[in-house]
């Protein structure tokens, strides 16, 4: 049985974090105070769970953190009211809507309505035009940035390698395959998705295999090819009578039979995640200093 490298998002997250510490140090000497904003529309227990612990990563760093907690039944317009006073609030250098909205929300306006100076999850188009041109005053999104992070600190080649995303995302799947492909990368790219035909067959190619589906455990051992290394975007609750929560975490991955397989793999908890939040704190960061 091999023995994987596991690829620990939680220490790589807190040395991120640490180097976010001492810029935020130099920024507030000079007066600035770097501002996030995190709204949240609704009661999705997940989304809750997320958007504590940005808020509490900000206030940990010395960030002023404004979360912003509005009722399912917001209107779009109300909602975006919201968005446009915090572009317009100075002590606000990026603004987070989670995601997913409730279904009554138009998420690409929204979108659309954030200052793209303080669009630090990268999703306004002209920060998605960036990130093609790649141009890097643009925002990179978080769960992406940190995937590529992990690889990039773990001593993993990317020049040339064959990698698969699983997953079309525009919070994942899409903008990782565009940063994988890039200069800085030079990885062969595959996207594929729920529709592709043979998915474990393309899985089966890849030197790097990314699951960022949200669907627990999808990706078996007969789709990773001997030696791969094996990144697991997915985040699911699977219901576990024995938890006292009476839920468990599970990616994408199925853990126990693929791990044995691979030359590296992330955990999940503790992989990808912690490494969100980290990128997000460095993305209000890059705000604050553009801003200026
Ligand atoms: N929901 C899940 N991941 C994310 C993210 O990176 N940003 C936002 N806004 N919502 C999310």
Same mark, same amino acid.
């Given at each position: 049985?091999?023995?994987?490298?596991?690829?620990?998002?939680?220490?790589?997250?807190?040395?991120?974090?640490?180097?976010?510490?001492?810029?935020?140090?130099?920024?507030?000497?000079?007066?600035?105070?770097?501002?996030?904003?995190?709204?949240l529309?609704g009661e999705d227990p997940a989304s809750k769970v997320y958007v504590g612990?940005?808020?509490?990563?900000?206030?940990?760093?010395?960030?002023?953190?404004?979360?912003?907690?509005?009722?399912?039944?917001?209107?779009?317009?109300? =909602? !975006?009211? +919201?968005?446009?006073?915090? &572009? %317009?609030?100075?002590? /606000?250098?990026?603004?987070?809507?989670q995601?997913? $909205?409730?279904?009554?929300?138009?998420?690409?306006?929204?979108?659309?309505?954030?200052?793209?100076?303080?669009?630090?999850?990268?999703?306004?188009?002209?920060?998605?035009?960036?990130?093609?041109?790649?141009?890097?005053?643009?925002?990179?999104?978080?769960?992406?940035?940190?995937?590529?992070?992990?690889?990039?600190?773990?001593?993993?080649?990317?020049?040339?390698?064959?990698?698969?995303?699983?997953?079309?995302?525009?919070?994942?799947?899409?903008?990782?395959? =565009? !940063?994988? +492909?890039?200069?800085?990368? &030079? %990885?062969?790219?595959? /996207?594929?998705?729920?529709?592709?035909?043979?998915? $474990?067959?393309?899985?089966?190619?890849?030197?790097?295999?990314?699951?960022?589906?949200?669907?627990?455990?999808?990706?078996?051992?007969?789709?990773?090819?001997?030696?791969?290394?094996?990144?697991?975007?997915?985040?699911?609750r699977?219901?576990?009578?024995?938890?006292?929560s009476g839920y468990?975490l599970?990616?994408?991955?199925?853990?126990?039979?693929?791990?044995?397989?691979?030359?590296?793999?992330?955990?999940?908890?503790?992989?990808?995640?912690?490494?969100?939040?980290?990128?997000?704190?460095?993305?209000?960061?890059?705000?604050?200093?553009?801003?200026?």
């Open positions: 049985m091999n023995s994987p490298k596991i690829l620990d998002g939680k220490s790589v997250a807190a040395t991120v974090l640490d180097e976010c510490r001492a810029e935020t140090a130099a920024l507030l000497a000079k007066g600035i105070q770097p501002g996030l904003a995190v709204v529309i612990s940005k808020a509490r990563t900000c206030a940990e760093l010395g960030f002023h953190s404004l979360k912003i907690e509005l009722p399912a039944t917001t209107t779009q317009a109300e =909602l !975006l009211n +919201v968005v446009r006073a915090l &572009n %317009a609030d100075p002590a /606000i250098h990026g603004i987070l809507v995601s997913p $909205p409730p279904a009554h929300i138009d998420e690409e306006a929204v979108i659309r309505a954030i200052d793209p100076r303080k669009d630090v999850d990268g999703f306004h188009p002209e920060n998605v035009a960036k990130l093609v041109l790649e141009d890097p005053s643009g925002f990179v999104p978080c769960t992406p940035a940190g995937c590529m992070k992990l690889l990039e600190v773990s001593g993993i080649i990317t020049n040339g390698a064959e990698a698969v995303v699983v997953g079309r995302s525009m919070i994942v799947g899409k903008p990782l395959a =565009l !940063l994988l +492909v890039a200069k800085k990368s &030079n %990885a062969t790219v595959t /996207i594929a998705h729920s529709r592709s035909k043979d998915l $474990p067959a393309i899985c089966r190619r890849a030197d790097i295999l990314i699951a960022a589906v949200g669907r627990p455990e999808m990706v078996r051992a007969a789709w990773v090819k001997p030696g791969a290394v094996v990144i697991d975007v997915g985040i699911n699977v219901e576990d009578p024995s938890k006292k468990r599970t990616g994408d991955v199925a853990y126990q039979e693929v791990a044995p397989l691979c030359s590296a793999i992330t955990p999940v908890p503790g992989g990808v995640g912690p490494m969100t939040i980290a990128m997000l704190m460095k993305n209000t960061l890059q705000a604050a200093r553009q801003i200026q």
